[in-house]
């Protein structure tokens, strides 16, 4: 595989960096990209750190940013830039893979640790992934693993080594503050893992390609991780970003309502006002509206890998309920249930939403299995009172029935009662009717939007609800 030429020079690796972070969402213009160069040469380019707060303050625009970016600096302005990767160098530092060679690189490994030396843990980490890191059936090979480097030299396992070394240096402490040690160290050892993982990318990046791998290897900002492969950790990030995007929601949609507040102009009107200016409409006439806020119906999915997405709507839209004249938000997974009072005490602790709702309502009948015809059709039996000429329904979920009756008819009938329907679904379009996914039957009838992340997610909301 040819590898894409590397940057030049300061000024190609700013444009790769801002290359690859608009790769990842960031909006970043040219004028933020100008001042960027104009950062760096300030700040100059003999301190690493300061160059990457430099960049930090010109092109982030928030604190959500950070670990993407930061990952993605380290790409493009690496620590041990100008080390030997070639095939000689593979050779020498696989042959230092060992039995010895790994023991004595877990003993300097312990002793950097307990000294806390950023340089000497630096260049350790070079060495582990070039020595333990590597895979391959020839030199030159394309493939570092940072994960096979930990498996290996296992450092989580130095913490009792580490501390021992403290106590014997004279550094012991009182039995009450060994916790405290031993948090710093367990900090210490994550960081060194940290930076084994940014010396596999650097490595496979020489190979590669930069911008490959920084387009491929980073991991994206959390608006930007898909809803069915978010683990569990991200989900929470998620929920915590919950309220600074419904802040911009509001604002969008506040906006969206006074442009809306102004009317259309008055054809008639304005043709009679322009009599008095010789023809001419100087002064045109709107017609003046007052639009009603609409009333918002959340009828969602809560089972299997999509309840993430799930929950995750469900908060938000709370969090926005300002907006609306009122919310209501059913759950299902083969029987349908109201949760809206669940919902709105879910913001005090947004992690256990998906919990109380599995546990206090009646969401399943005598099988465990989603049932979307079972659901919607007990909806359009028990809840369509709720449906009026200003409601607005979202349907979330994927769409695949088990296999089951899709149920047609109590899908139109939901969308014949409100006023708009959409379905929000979180599988990429290509999956869409494959296998017992009734995707483009239900789309006939409503209209069905992918919404894989929540930065769609949000631009879905703040462009589809009516003002």
Known sequence: MSARPEPAGPGDRVTGLVRALRAHGFGIGTG???????????????DRERMREALAATLLHGAAQRRVFDRVFDLYFPLLDGVDDGAEADERERAAA??????????????????????????????????????GATPGSDGWSSYQTLSRLRPETLLARVRATLRDAGNAEPEFADRLTDDEIRRRIEDFRERVRTEARRRVAVRQGRDRVARRAVEATPDRVDFLLAGREQLDELRRTVRPLARRLATRLAARRRRAARGEIDLRRTLRRSLSTGGVPVRPV??????????????????????????????????????????RVFAFVNRVDEVTDLVARGRA???????????????????????????????????????????????????????????LAALKLIADRARRVYWLNPEQPALWSTGDSAAHAYAELVEMRPCRNAGQLAELIGRLLPV
């Open 349 to 407: 602790d947004p992690a256990g939403l998906g919990e109380r709702i599995l546990a206090e309502a009646t969401l399943t009948g005598w099988h465990g299995q989603s049932d979307y015809g079972t659901a919607l059709g007990e909806f359009a039996e028990r809840y369509v009172d709720v449906l009026g000429p200003r409601s607005v329904v979202f349907v979330l979920g994927d769409a695949r029935t088990n296999r089951s009756d899709p149920n």
């Open 286 to 327: 709107l017609r003046r509206r007052r639009p009603g806020r609409p009333e918002l119906v959340l009828l969602c999915d809560v089972s299997g890998s999509v309840a993430g997405f799930a929950h995750f709507t469900m908060l938000l839209v709370q969090a926005l309920h300002d907006q609306f004249s009122r919310v």
């Open 32 to 46: 933020e990209t100008v001042d960027a160069g104009l950062a760096l040469a300030a700040v100059g380019f003999t």
């Open 98 to 135: 060992g039995p010895e060679a790994t023991a004595a690189l877990r003993e300097r490994l312990a002793a950097a640790l307990a000294a806390g030396d950023d340089a000497a843990l630096n260049l350790l980490a070079g060495e582990a992934v070039g020595a333990l890191g590597g895979f």
